[in-house]
Structures are given as C-alpha cells and as structure tokens.
C-alpha cells in the first residue's frame, strides 16, 4: 500500500449533473449501447510509462514530478506498482498496459533484467488474483536504452538484433503469464537519421524476419492474444519503416503476415502522418487489419507527439464511429497513451487526467453510436455508390479496358456530375456531437 492517492476516493458515475471535480459524467460502464455496455465497447487501459514512469522531463528540462517509488531496485517496482493498482481502483480502470522497462529495474546482465521481470510478473499476478484490472498488452522498450539508439530488429549490429529478441521473448513470456488480451510491436528506433549510413533493404529484411519470429513464437507458447504492430511515421527516427497503416500492410504482406498481425493506432500519430484517426481506423478495418487504439492528441501549435489526454469529444466521435461501423474491438481497446503536463504535480492530477479522457471516449462513442443507429450517413453513402449495384456496373470489375471502352461509345456514357454532400454531412454530424 502506498498513502500517494490518500483522500481521493473511487470515481462512479454520477450523470452530466454532477458538479463534483472528480465524477464520471458520461462514462457510466453498464450503460448499454447498440446492444453492448460501455466499458465492454471502450475497454479503457491506463499505460503504465506515462503514469507511473514518465518523470514530467521535456527536452529543455528534466524531472518535474516527485513519487514515492522514482528510485532503483525491486522495492522501488514493488511500491510503484503498489501505487498503479490503486490508481486502477480509483477508476476501476478494466485494463493497463505497460513495456518491461516501466516495470522492473535494469539488471546489469540480460538475465538479471528477465529476472527482474519475473518477479514484478508475479508480484502483478497476486495482486491481479483480487483487483479486476486485466493486461490489455504487454510490449517491449526498444527504444530508451543506448543499446538500441540504432534500432532493435533493424539495427547493423547482430547482438543488438539478439538482445532485442530476446527481450520480446521475455516480455511475451510475461504478457502471456498475466492472461495479456494482444501484445504490442512499437518499432521506436525501427528507422534511420541518414541514409548516408543506412541500408533500406537490409534492415526491413531483417524487420520482417524479426516479425515472424514474434509470429511462430506466439504459436509456440499458445499465446491467444493478437499481435499488433503500432504505426509511427517520425520521431524519434526521422524516417520510421512503420509509417502509417498503409506502409504496415503493405509490409505485412511482403512478409505473409497480414493474416497474423494487425496495428495499434494511435491518434497523435496518425496525425504526425499526415492522416486523421478516423482515416487509419478505417483504412485498417479496411484492410482487415483493425487491433487497437492508443487515445491522444496532440497540440494544434506544436508539431510534435505531445501525448495530451484527450479533451475534444467531437474529435473522438468520428474515430469511435469507425470502430463502430468495424464491428467494434475484439481484442483491442482504448489505451490511455497520454501524459499529464509536467506541470500537473498532484497525484490528483492523474486521476483528473484519466476521468476527463474516459468521460470524452465516452461521450464521443454515444454519440458515434446514436449516429450509426440514426443510419443517416450510410444512407447517404451507400446512395453515393448506388450505380455500382447495376450489373453492366458489377460487370465492369470482371472485364478489361477496350470492352469498357466499346460499351462508352456503344451506350453513349456520358457521366452526370453530383454533389459530393460535404456540408450537409458535416452538419448531420453535428446534430449528434
Ligand atoms: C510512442 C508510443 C509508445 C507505444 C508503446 O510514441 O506511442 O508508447 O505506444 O511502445
Ligand atoms: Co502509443
């Protein structure tokens, strides 16, 4: 037991009435939505890094935050997770997620670092035999030690190739040991800062490889969950190999593991790339390949992944409406990758921060759901690809460029341009949000 949240007791639902600081207003778990109850449809994860382990530093400065549990060894591991359990409670967070690192000390060898390991697995295992918070994912840092400063699978040197497999290997072993639901593959250092030094095709190879190791070793141990590899276009590398969705599929597929492997997307890096979160839900669910999401956002004036809690329900509304219309999570859920600002001290900070971003997840997926049961939207669009539904139409997809090119001048197409709707969408959505 830690006294780091004494005084702050459970949250519970109490309505969008309430004018208590720390209430959930929206966020009432056995509400039940197209058929489901919220927590099942949002399956919130807290992330162990940002909560527990991130000391509040930025890059002009270091350590702002002071917990009991920011020192070395297994006492330290032990009291931080004492502390994340009971953050846990308070919220009655359904899942958390954690990398090896946030959770036992360095060893000065590899086997003393897996040592470490299994022993906060197990010191997790007994406090989990009576808390309800289970693993949504487990996953490997790859990226925070000097060893891997040029990559882990894709690095030039093969020991450093050895060393990180054997890390995945010891942090698959602990996710499967806590019963983890997927197990996450962030390629932080997979990437380059100059190609003056980089061999592009040697280092996917060796990327692609990597993976399918993770792939037969999941097989061999039982391991049930889903492996999930999480996009990231730039930063720390300037130039990630998992850039966004569409590179991971097309990865996924030079490797024959688009069946085995799906993503975990995150929104402050969709928008790094370049795209909305709701354009690589959908791409993903598209492509068959939909996991999981990582819930942020990002700053609109800085350009970097700024890991804020989430704040803005309209914005998640359209991400929640594609996971919707996808059927929903499986294995997946909505995990807290966000940090407070180094700024917020108190440990009722933390509680703050998660409260407000379950209560936006939610509000947005009521209104994702109210949307998708209205029908509206699929209406409209499924009217926008109606001429698809005739059969010269379907015919078309079967045929080839001069049979297409005789029926224009023998039928005398001539296409009749349509409104594309754009406002009048945008306003049906905000009917709902
Ligand atoms: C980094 C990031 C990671 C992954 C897990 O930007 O998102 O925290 O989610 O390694
Ligand atoms: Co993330």
Redesign the pocket.
């Known amino acids: 037991m830690t006294d780091f949240f004494a005084g702050i007791a459970p949250v519970r639902y109490e309505g969008p009435d309430s004018d208590a600081e720390l209430a959930f207003r929206w966020y009432d778990p056995d509400r039940v939505v197209m058929g489901k109850r919220l927590e099942d449809h949002l399956r919130f994860a807290v992330?162990y890094?940002?909560s527990f382990a991130w000391p509040g530093g930025d890059p002009f400065g270091g350590q702002t935050f002071e917990r009991p549990w920011f020192s070395d060894g297994m006492e330290a591991a032990k009291l931080k997770a004492d502390g994340a359990f009971e953050l846990f409670e308070i919220l009655d967070a359904p899942f958390f997620?954690f990398?090896d690192a946030d959770v036992r000390p360095e060893g000065a060898t590899f086997a003393e670092s897996r040592r470490n390991l299994e022993e906060i697995v197990d010191y997790f295992a007994g406090k989990m035999e009576t808390s309800r918070t289970k693993l949504l994912w487990g996953?490997a840092?790859l990226?925070s030690h000097r060893r891997f400063m040029a990559g882990a699978a894709t690095n030039p040197d093969p020991d450093v190739f050895a060393y990180a497999a054997a890390t995945v290997k010891s942090c698959m072993d602990a996710t499967h040991r806590l019963g983890g639901q997927n197990y996450?593959?962030?390629g932080?250092r997979e990437g380059y800062e100059t190609l003056l030094n980089t061999d592009l095709g040697r280092e996917s190879e060796q990327a692609g490889r990597f993976l399918s190791m993770v792939v037969a070793y999941k097989h061999k141990i039982g391991f049930e969950g889903t492996i999930l590899i999480?996009p990231?276009p730039q930063?720390p590398t300037k130039h990630q190999y998992d850039y966004d969705v569409a590179t991971v599929y097309g990865f996924l597929r030079r490797f024959g593991l688009e069946n085995e492997v799906k993503v975990?997307i995150?929104q402050?890096?969709a928008i790094l790339a370049g795209h909305s979160f709701e354009h690589e839900i959908a791409l993903a669910s598209s492509l068959g390949i939909f996991g999981s999401i990582?819930m942020?956002r990002n700053d609109y004036q800085s350009g970097w992944?700024t890991?804020q809690f989430p704040n803005n329900h309209p914005e998640v509304a359209l991400a929640y409406y594609e996971i919707l219309r996808a059927g929903g999570f499986a294995t997946g859920g909505t995990?807290f990758?966000a940090k407070l600002r180094r700024q917020s001290l108190d440990p009722v900070d933390l509680v703050a921060a998660h409260v407000g971003g379950m209560d936006v997840c939610a509000r947005g997926l009521i209104a994702a759901a109210a949307m998708l049961e209205d029908g509206g939207l699929e209406r409209l669009r499924a009217e926008r690809y109606a001429g698809w539904d005739a059969p010269e139409a379907q015919a078309m997809l079967t045929s080839d460029l001069a049979s297409i090119a005789a029926r224009v001048e023998s039928d005398g197409i001539d296409p009749q341009p349509r409104s594309g709707r754009q406002e009048r969408l945008e306003n049906w959505v905000n009917r709902f949000v």
């Open positions: 992330a890094w940002h997620c990398h996953t840092n990226f996450v593959l962030w932080g999480e990231k930063e975990n995150e402050g890096h990582d942020n992944d890991d995990n990758d």
